[in-house]
């Protein structure tokens, strides 16, 4: 057999999958990331780290039990309205709807601004507004009577926002249409007019099992992940149906080698780390503890 080319050439005809910039060494935006392990091996550990290199503006948290493990977030500010009972029924709704009010401020900031740089072009100083000062009060200063520009939290720019996941696989969140939902759409939720990419939202799932009877991460969500975050499992069924799932971007030989290459170290922390999707100048999509990349020699 061979091939015969045509005069036909693909374009890139839509907005990035990944629009968000990050770290050079740090994996691409928007992302489904799940970690998997049993309590007390690092998850959480992990997930902090992980969430302040993303340097997210917002960070949504769905978890029973966050409360009792907010020292180890404190350092990423968030806020009490953020956190959410992946019990609660609207939990999805609450969470979207976040990002659509970061969406529609961004809107209504840049509508703002533009009138504020007419107001500027057409009447120069404010006090030229005459018998129209009172229309555009808010664009002034009361005690300087000077223009004001308005502001954005985000100095015009979007909002990058994360919902982590925790403690949750036997609550209800699981069985939510609405969330597996979210997941397929995740990078497409809070949609900007225009061409312009949405804001998305990142999910950062963790869970003590990969597969659960009744209660584990369902499937369709399995098969949208970006990254894979594994400790030491002495599951050989688990992590055969691991590197089964993952076998159309890595051959189950291939990740079974490097699951044994990492575990070798004995310290029960110890992470392999895939990046599904990683950067050109990833030497590798396979990382130790996250901080090493593992490359085949």
């Not at 369902?218 to 799932?245: D, F, M, Q, V, Y």
């Not at 189950?252 to 780390?273: R, Y």
């Not at 050109?280 to 090493?292: E, I």
Request: hydrophobic letters at 35%.
């Amino acid at each position: 057999m061979k091939v015969v080319d045509t005069n036909m050439k693909m374009s890139d005809l839509g907005t990035n999958t990944f629009s968000i910039e990050t770290d050079a060494d740090q994996i691409k935006l928007h992302t489904i990331v799940l970690a998997v392990a049993k309590k007390g091996f690092g998850k959480s550990y992990f997930l902090s780290n992980l969430l302040g290199w993303l340097k997210f503006d917002r960070i949504i948290v769905i978890s029973p039990t966050f409360e009792s493990n907010q020292s180890q977030f404190k350092h990423l500010n968030i806020q009490a309205e953020d956190i959410f009972d992946p019990d609660d029924p609207d939990v999805i709704k609450k969470t979207t709807d976040i990002v659509n009010k970061e969406r529609d401020d961004l809107v209504e900031y840049r509508r703002k601004l533009q009138i504020f740089k007419e107001l500027k072009k057409l009447y120069g100083n404010p006090n030229n507004l005459d018998e129209d000062y009172s229309l555009f009060d808010e664009y002034i200063d009361p005690l300087t009577h000077k223009r004001k520009p308005p502001e954005h939290k985000y100095n015009g720019k979007q909002a990058k926002i994360g919902c982590m996941i925790d403690d949750a696989m036997s609550t209800a969140i699981f069985r939510n249409k609405a969330f597996i939902n979210l997941a397929l759409k995740h990078r497409h939720v809070g949609a900007m007019p225009g061409d312009e990419a949405s804001l998305g939202l990142s999910l950062f799932i963790a869970v003590q099992s990969y597969t659960s009877q009744g209660s584990g991460i369902p499937r369709s969500i399995r098969n949208t992940i970006n990254c894979l975050a594994l400790w030491r499992s002495k599951n050989i069924e688990e992590l055969n149906h691991i590197s089964e799932e993952l076998a159309g971007s890595v051959s189950p030989e291939k990740f079974m080698k490097i699951d044994d290459f990492v575990m070798a170290d004995d310290n029960p922390h110890t992470m392999l780390f895939v990046d599904l999707h990683k950067k050109p100048n990833h030497p590798s999509g396979f990382r130790k503890n996250y901080t090493q990349f593992i490359v085949d020699e």
